[in-house]
């Protein structure tokens, strides 16, 4: 079972930054979180995670809030091909299984 | 980031026949090696973790001689569907991860189509 929950579909405007929320109220003291994209037909693509601390990389920016039973992913100026299902995943590390959710399916309008 | 290639990008097969599904690690040592299948609209679901040199372990549900895994070397891992059924028809992705590496690197996928 997925760990996490997260909207089905989301649209952003080109060049405006999309915030991609997630849901993971169960979330053990341990477990990171993680995001993963699918651009259609591709293999997934890794994005960024943390544990309790924002980061932020080339990619994106990962907000936790201090319960960490929710993030945030933003992606500070969408484009067209950030058009993708963005996946948001809970696990231990690096040894854990990477089990996928239903994700977001998020369409960058031009 | 690091390059996981997939061999081939789709194949086409009847019913009844084995296809073998290639998956590489180009510039590292993949220590660990996970396959999924994906269907139509449907999510990625992870099928079996191979680790170099050893039996692969397959998740609930996945026939082990059905889809047979080999991981024989440190840069390939390899999926053979035996007996191809047309409900086999599906996205196939490989990862893979290095031992001092924090997260696995996923494949372009492999598109079988069992007529």
């Known amino acids: 079972d997925a760990k996490t929950t997260q909207p089905t579909s989301m649209d952003c405007a080109e060049g405006r930054a999309a915030n991609l929320p997630c849901n993971h109220s169960t979330i053990s003291g341990n477990e990171y979180v993680y995001w993963y994209r699918q651009i259609h037909s591709q293999g997934p693509q890794y994005i960024i995670h943390?544990?309790?601390n924002n980061e932020t990389n080339e990619m994106a920016s990962l907000i936790i809030t201090e319960d960490r039973k929710s993030s945030t992913l933003i992606l500070p100026h969408a484009t067209l091909r950030d058009t993708a299902v963005y996946y948001c995943i809970v696990r231990v590390g690096r040894d854990d299984k990477i089990i996928f959710g239903k994700g977001t399916r998020l369409h960058i309008l031009p | 980031g690091a390059v996981v290639s997939q061999h081939p990008s789709r194949v086409i097969c009847k019913s009844g026949t084995s296809v073998k599904i290639e998956c590489r690690s180009l510039?590292?040592?993949?220590?660990?090696m996970f396959w999924y299948r994906q269907f139509p609209k449907k999510s990625l679901m992870l099928m079996a973790t191979?680790?170099?040199?050893?039996?692969?372990?397959?998740e609930q549900g996945v026939e082990k001689d059905k889809f047979l895994i080999n991981h024989a070397s440190l840069t390939l891992s390899t999926l053979t569907v035996t007996s191809a059924h047309p409900e086999d028809s599906s996205f196939y992705i490989c990862s893979a991860r290095g031992l001092n590496q924090e997260t696995q690197y996923f494949g372009p996928g492999t598109r079988l189509l069992v007529l």
């Open positions: 943390g544990l309790k």
């Open positions: 191979s680790n170099e040199g050893s039996k692969a372990t397959y």
């Open positions: 510039d590292f040592q993949a220590t660990t």
